[in-house]
């Protein structure tokens, strides 16, 4: 396997190194929820020089890459990286934590492989499988669901607000021939949708890519559930640091902090911290990305 890839340059950076360095508790133990391939993680381990780094990921890729590359780092007991899904925490008895970082969505490497399946501008099979040892890809719903279950995973994933079209020509033309790759699925939905008159600043199959995905990954199931039950899992005074990449995450998020406010914790910045036009400019990915951080305890 070859770990030739881009760098991977994690989103708001600076951002989540000052949240962690104003939180009124030590900075010893952090659990990085989505190590992808260690942007964060290195931040974390480089700007808290003693600090512990538990880290969760569920593609092969990424934990062989941190095996790899993050070697010493593991040997020293710096890291500890755990093949699974961040919201089996607590079956693993890791924690208190000092501090909990997600950063939610696909990770750059996944996104720029045309073999995983996740980019509408690469041509790869139709996967979208953050876990392949999981059996469901995104060409079994798009050839199996029912036309109303396209309907509603697209209208309520992908906020589109009239799907039918598209789902009609999807299940006419899988009928014919199954749908195998990313760009078979992209053209359809674009000779579909600029059919329709429909305008768009982003690219026509962004959101039904989207919602394809979160359905594959079952990204929303449980997410917020899960950070309600976050808190017990970190240390008084210790703070939760979330990005997400879309407004479906973005609102969880939101209403569930807002939620544990006053109760469990306090949410700091009640305004989304977003990245600057100056990091925009040297990683495009970091445009989409919203940033929110709830405090364990109250503010000292």
């Given at each position: 396997?070859?770990?030739?890839?881009?760098?991977?340059?994690?989103?708001?950076e600076?951002e989540?190194?000052?949240?962690?360095?104003?939180?009124?508790?030590?900075?010893?133990?952090?659990?990085?929820?989505?190590?992808?391939r260690?942007?964060?993680?290195?931040?974390?381990?480089?700007?808290?020089?003693?600090?512990r780094?538990?880290?969760?990921?569920?593609?092969?890729?990424?934990?062989?890459?941190?095996?790899?590359?993050?070697?010493q780092?593991?040997?020293?007991n710096?890291?500890?990286?755990?093949?699974?899904?961040?919201?089996?925490?607590?079956?693993?008895?890791?924690g208190?934590?000092?501090?909990?970082?997600?950063?939610?969505?696909?990770?750059?490497?996944?996104?720029d492989q045309?073999?995983?399946?996740?980019?509408?501008?690469?041509?790869?099979?139709l996967?979208?499988?953050?876990?392949?040892?999981?059996?469901?890809?995104?060409?079994?719903?798009?050839?199996?669901?029912?036309?109303?279950?396209?309907?509603?995973?697209f209208?309520?994933?992908?906020e589109?607000?009239h799907p039918?079209?598209?789902?009609?020509?999807?299940?006419?033309?899988?009928s014919?021939?199954?749908?195998?790759?990313?760009?078979?699925?992209?053209?359809?939905?674009?000779?579909?949708?600029?059919?329709?008159?429909?305008?768009?600043?982003?690219?026509?199959?962004?959101?039904?890519?989207?919602?394809?995905?979160?359905?594959?990954?079952?990204?929303?199931?449980?997410?917020?559930?899960?950070?309600?039950?976050?808190?017990?899992?970190?240390?008084?005074?210790?703070?939760?640091?979330?990005i997400?990449?879309?407004?479906l995450?973005?609102?969880?998020?939101?209403?569930?902090?807002?939620?544990?406010?006053k109760?469990?914790?306090?949410?700091?910045?009640?305004?989304?911290?977003?990245?600057?036009?100056?990091?925009?400019?040297?990683?495009?990915?970091?445009?989409?990305?919203?940033l929110?951080?709830?405090?364990?305890?109250?503010?000292?």
């Amino acid at each position: 396997m070859s770990h030739n890839l881009p760098l991977h340059l994690p989103v708001l950076e600076e951002e989540v190194i000052r949240a962690f360095k104003e939180q009124p508790r030590s900075q010893k133990y952090f659990l990085d929820g989505t190590f992808g391939r260690g942007g964060h993680t290195r931040a974390l381990l480089k700007n808290f020089p003693g600090a512990r780094v538990c880290a969760f990921d569920k593609d092969d890729e990424a934990i062989a890459y941190a095996k790899s590359e993050f070697a010493q780092e593991i040997l020293e007991n710096r890291l500890q990286i755990i093949r699974g899904d961040f919201r089996s925490l607590s079956d693993h008895k890791l924690g208190p934590f000092d501090g909990a970082l997600f950063d939610l969505g696909v990770s750059s490497p996944q996104f720029d492989q045309a073999s995983r399946g996740f980019s509408f501008s690469l041509d790869g099979p139709l996967d979208m499988r953050m876990d392949r040892s999981q059996p469901t890809t995104a060409a079994d719903i798009v050839n199996t669901y029912s036309q109303e279950s396209l309907s509603d995973m697209f209208f309520n994933w992908g906020e589109v607000r009239h799907p039918n079209r598209v789902v009609r020509a999807i299940v006419h033309d899988r009928s014919e021939r199954p749908f195998r790759t990313t760009r078979e699925l992209a053209s359809l939905i674009e000779r579909v949708e600029r059919a329709s008159g429909t305008k768009k600043k982003i690219h026509l199959a962004t959101p039904y890519f989207m919602a394809l995905r979160i359905a594959v990954n079952q990204e929303l199931e449980n997410l917020a559930d899960f950070f309600e039950t976050l808190p017990a899992q970190i240390q008084e005074g210790g703070r939760v640091v979330v990005i997400s990449f879309h407004s479906l995450e973005d609102r969880l998020v939101k209403w569930t902090f807002r939620k544990l406010d006053k109760v469990k914790g306090v949410m700091i910045k009640k305004k989304v911290v977003v990245a600057t036009d100056e990091e925009v400019k040297s990683n495009p990915r970091a445009r989409s990305a919203k940033l929110r951080i709830f405090q364990i305890g109250g503010l000292t």
